[in-house]
């Protein structure tokens, strides 16, 4: 600290306050404080300068900072049109040099980053700098880079107003849009060695924009009291600001990450671990924190009546946070907010005290005798001696359990409930032998060749895996639920020692049942994972052995005449129809088939409605003399007639043409399938007994 009487700023220094009289002659009390004036010197005089003029004169003169080259006024004009324009220039002058464009130093130094305060600054920075003539080869790779930049010029502009087009939609959709211009402008080359974007510099740039974005969630939900208004309001609005902030945070990790390993650099690699805001983190985890409170607060409503909120106090629990800025989110308002939950929770001691009680009850009277009720159900079968009695699948028991998963994983709720816990452990741990029975009978079956029927319309290895599936499903929400509760427990019974079965030491009879029963579930789901992965890898083994016997059709006739019992026969592979509808059931629930199997099945769905009109057609000459009663015959014998000469012409042509015209050429195929279905329409139109009924009717 030195103290001088000059108005200098000496190298070295970076921050100074100067009192300065606004008359000549000595200091009276009197002058104190209209007769001194304050100001601050930051960095350099020209940095204070720009930011005096930009952050306090221009607003008290109701001029806001030039965007895109145009003045916002915010209020009355208070000066001179000529001065104003003065004014700007001098802003716009001031701008250009403190943002270091002059020369291109400060792209291979990193220098005057701290005059970058927005994203707009480091746009109007590169602009700058590429409108410089004197920066050289820097202004050619500026203008690499504005030309990336140049299009998220508006949507920041926009953004930093807080009226971005599409709202919520239109700033998510700026994130990924910012990404693919990063993405572009990180690997530009500045001549010789360096590059245009040092990793300082785009370090930089990514908190500002994620600064920009943490504004604009600021600005949308300024003046919205975020503890009174209805949650119906604000829900959506929360939604969206937290999946804006945490799409950017993904974004710029992502994009480091894969900087760092080489992907889309160009040989810029990225130095260090992945871009991490902790602004950004920290706020987005504001976002968060205040949208559970308030979906508590709805939760707790829904299960107290009117009297009981009023008695319990329910509508003054937020009250701590009344006088608290939220959205102000720092190591200073850390504190402040802490001590607000701390009261937040101690206001919801006696409404957690009701809720335990009411969960007792629904425990007491609902989801323990019907699990109860359910498995002995299913366990004894349809003449079981409950079979009479309607009870809620325990499916649907889980999903009520999920419904209160928040309230559940309260700890001092879930510590009122350790004896409903230890009742539902025994239930969930019926509920698992016996999914684990239905597997094993449905492996006995598959391996008898008579496995479970799904009551769909499916084939084959696909009933059985979609089988698998349905269970996989009921063992999965029964993992899900368990490992609320045991987390539930985790934070109720918390330790520091684990037994070698991952039970915690000390933990309370109920959590250990709990923790038994997960166990079960996530071995049952594993099991069920595998035995599926291994039946398709089995199904896929068996076709792929079968292909070339099933492709024998493709070189085949379309058809063939049997001369020892007058039939016709369609040389179409009906063992691909069946094929055709697994593959497509298959890749319906999710597995991949190989491309050998898939390029067979490909083909043969081409052929396929061909084929089964000419097994119709066959089977429709083979039986038509068994039909037709004599008195008829005569009626028919033309249109027959002529359906034998199309037959016939398709087998001569077969015979002669062999493969050239069969299955191989699906013109040829089309063509005589055409010429079978009409000749046969015709003879059905032409059947004598609807003749003979239009006659009698």
């Known amino acids: 600290m030195r103290l001088t009487n000059s108005a200098d700023f000496p190298q070295g220094c970076f921050y100074q306050l100067t009192l300065s009289k606004v008359r000549p002659g000595p200091i009276s009390l009197a002058d104190i404080p209209g007769g001194i004036a304050v100001s601050t010197v930051v960095n350099s005089p020209l940095s204070s300068l720009y930011h005096s003029l930009s952050n306090v004169y221009y607003p008290l003169l109701g001029i806001d900072q030039q965007q895109g080259g145009t003045a916002v006024r915010k209020q009355q004009r208070t000066v001179d049109p000529k001065l104003e324009e003065l004014l700007l220039d001098v802003q716009a002058g001031l701008g250009k040099l403190v943002r270091g464009a002059d020369g291109g130093q400060a792209i ?50 926009d953004l930093s107003n807080g009226s971005i087009e599409g709202d919520w939609e239109g700033a998510l959709e700026l994130v990924g849009r910012s990404g693919d211009a ?34 604009f969630v600021q600005r949308k939900l300024q003046g919205v009291d975020l503890w009174r208004t209805s949650f119906n309001v604000l829900k959506g609005s929360l939604i969206a600001a937290g999946q804006l902030l945490a799409a950017w945070i993904r974004e710029a990790s992502t994009l480091t990450s894969d900087w760092a390993v080489g992907l889309d650099a160009g040989g810029h690699l990225w130095e260090g671990p992945a871009f991490c805001d902790a602004h950004v983190a920290a706020f987005q985890d504001r976002i968060e924190r205040i949208y559970a409170l308030r979906d508590l607060h709805e939760e707790l409503s829904a299960l107290l009546s009117q009297e009981e909120t009023s008695a319990l106090g329910l509508g003054s629990v937020f009250a701590p946070f009344a006088q608290l800025a939220a959205l102000h989110v720092s190591e200073f308002t850390a504190a402040a907010w802490a001590s607000a939950e701390a009261e937040h929770e101690r206001r919801l001691e006696v409404v957690s005290a009701r809720i335990s009680q009411k969960f007792k009850e629904l425990f007491a009277t609902v989801i323990i005798p019907n699990m109860a009720l359910s498995t002995s159900q299913q366990s004894g079968g349809k003449d079981g001696p409950n079979a009479s009695v309607a009870v809620a699948h325990p499916q649907q028991l889980f999903q009520e359990l999920r419904q209160y998963s928040r309230l559940l994983s309260r700890p001092r709720i879930a510590a009122a409930l350790q004896a409903e816990q230890s009742a539902l452990a025994k239930q969930v741990d019926q509920y698992l032998e016996l999914l684990q029975t239905e597997l094993d009978k449905q492996q006995d079956g598959a391996r008898g060749r008579a496995a479970i029927n799904t009551g769909r319309l499916m084939h084959g290895v696909a009933d059985s895996i979609s089988w698998l599936m349905q ?20 934070s109720t019974n918390s330790t520091e020692s684990t037994a070698a079965n991952g039970t915690q030491v000390g933990d309370a009879p109920a959590t250990v049942a709990l923790r038994s029963c997960l166990s079960t579930a996530v071995s049952l789901v594993q099991t069920i994972e595998t035995q599926k992965k291994d039946m398709f890898t089995m199904w896929q083994d068996d076709v792929q052995s079968q292909l070339q016997d099933m492709a024998s059709w493709k070189t085949s006739r379309l058809m063939t005449f049997d001369a020892a019992n007058s039939h016709i026969r369609c040389h179409f592979n009906e063992a691909l ?18 491309r050998e199997v898939l390029q067979e099945v490909e083909t043969a769905g081409k052929f396929y409605r061909y084929g089964m009109v000419l097994h119709q057609c066959a089977h429709f000459y083979n039986n038509i003399a068994t039909e037709m009663i004599p008195s008829q015959k005569p009626m028919m014998l033309a249109d027959a007639v002529e359906f034998e000469k199309v037959c016939c012409a398709v087998l001569c042509c077969a015979a002669l043409c062999c493969a050239a015209l069969g299955w191989a050429v699906l013109c040829c195929a089309a063509l005589h399938c055409a010429a079978l279905c009409d000749t046969v329409e015709c003879l059905c139109g032409d059947y004598v007994s609807r003749r003979c009924e239009a006659s009698h009717s």
């Open 108 to 157: 291979d130094q990193g220098g005057g980053l701290h005059e970058i305060q927005t994203p707009l600054d480091e746009l109007k920075y590169w602009a700058d700098l590429a409108a410089n003539p004197a920066a050289g080869v820097h202004a050619r790779a500026a203008a690499q880079v504005l030309n990336h930049l140049d299009a998220l010029q508006q949507p920041l502009t």
């Open 577 to 594: 129809v069946g094929l055709l509808k697994e593959v497509r059931q298959l890749q319906a629930l999710g597995f991949n088939v190989r």
């Open 471 to 490: 269970c996989q499903a009921k063992a999965s929400s029964v993992r899900d639920i368990l490992q609320l509760l045991v987390g539930t427990a985790n």
């Open 182 to 215: 990063l993405r572009q402008v990180w690997p530009l080359k500045m001549p010789p060695t360096g590059w245009a974007y040092p990793q300082k510099r785009m370090q930089h740039f990514l908190k500002t924009l994620g600064m920009a974005l943490v504004m």
